[in-house]
């Protein structure tokens, strides 16, 4: 289909068409002047290697967006197949401080909180913020990485559920 | 590790790092008045639904940056488990013309290659592109979409190999 439909009848059809593409899923988290807050997020990825650059895709209508631009620093927490709970509570309505109750914390040179079981954790500054639409696309300079077990299962987002890879 | 190793070790510790983030596997293609071409791509992610956006992340020292930005569309072909040996074919030193005999194409309102039997598929226009160290960030505005069969399989990227989700 084109996109010449009404804005509504187009943002739907990019909803579905979006649900096709598997992402990794992501606890965004930040802690600073502004307070602590985490969000969960699947529009993240790596941009270059020189320097270790992530983008990660902010709502700016959200109610943690102020934080992260405030606070510029964030941690991007992938997500291991048995953060499922924690995936939901971070993606739902929950209060922050009951999010974070669902996990278990450290910190690296940032500040901002590592999941200690992650996936893999990118501890990171944040260089700029580019503005589309409706979301802010945040430049995230890596200060430093913690990877997870060898073993450790991807939690994968597809067609609206989540799945398993090995 | 934090990266403040020389800059070779934190870019092999990085790229280390990202192997444990899956991520859907796309071909992204272009033509126009500067030719043909397509190239396999992971860092490919939504940005907002209003209006449609998605970011394609492209190494400027490649030698397809340059045809993109002269073209300005291109179409973003996400890949389906049948689709393994095509993503190899745009992935490698492989001619363009003999990349494109790999796969069954056809096109839409941008001109850029569509393949048929993508799992979904964007047609886009490029409306900006952000430097950010060796890369170009592309935004693209989606101009309509292809949504494959439903029964179908992703192709996704972990851990250096192929997955396949139903």
């Given at each position: 289909?084109?996109?010449?439909?009404?804005?509504?009848t187009?943002?739907?059809?990019?909803?579905?068409?979006?649900?096709?593409?598997?992402?990794?899923?992501?606890?965004?988290t930040t802690d600073g002047p502004a307070g602590r807050a985490g969000f969960t997020a699947s529009a993240v990825t790596s941009v270059t290697d020189t320097?270790?650059?992530?983008?990660?895709?902010?709502?700016?209508?959200?109610?943690?967006?102020?934080?992260?631009?405030?606070?510029?620093?964030?941690c991007v927490n992938t997500l291991s197949a048995r953060h499922e709970a924690?995936?939901?509570?971070?993606?739902?309505?929950?209060?922050q401080d009951d999010r974070f109750a669902a996990g278990d914390w450290t910190a690296d040179d940032s500040g901002a909180p590592v999941?200690?079981?992650a996936l893999v954790s990118f501890d990171c500054r944040i260089e700029n913020a580019v503005?589309?639409?409706?979301?802010?696309?945040?430049?995230?300079?890596?200060?430093?990485?913690?990877i997870g077990a060898a073993e450790d299962e991807a939690l994968v987002y597809f067609k609206r559920g989540y799945h398993r890879i090995a």
């Amino acid at each position: 289909m084109t996109l010449q439909e009404d804005e509504e009848t187009a943002r739907l059809a990019f909803r579905d068409a979006m649900s096709r593409l598997a992402a990794a899923v992501h606890v965004v988290t930040t802690d600073g002047p502004a307070g602590r807050a985490g969000f969960t997020a699947s529009a993240v990825t790596s941009v270059t290697d020189t320097p270790p650059t992530l983008l990660v895709c902010l709502n700016r209508a959200s109610s943690v967006a102020g934080l992260f631009e405030e606070n510029q620093v964030l941690c991007v927490n992938t997500l291991s197949a048995r953060h499922e709970a924690l995936s939901r509570a971070f993606g739902g309505a929950t209060p922050q401080d009951d999010r974070f109750a669902a996990g278990d914390w450290t910190a690296d040179d940032s500040g901002a909180p590592v999941l200690k079981d992650a996936l893999v954790s990118f501890d990171c500054r944040i260089e700029n913020a580019v503005a589309s639409g409706t979301h802010h696309v945040l430049f995230c300079q890596v200060l430093g990485m913690r990877i997870g077990a060898a073993e450790d299962e991807a939690l994968v987002y597809f067609k609206r559920g989540y799945h398993r890879i090995a």
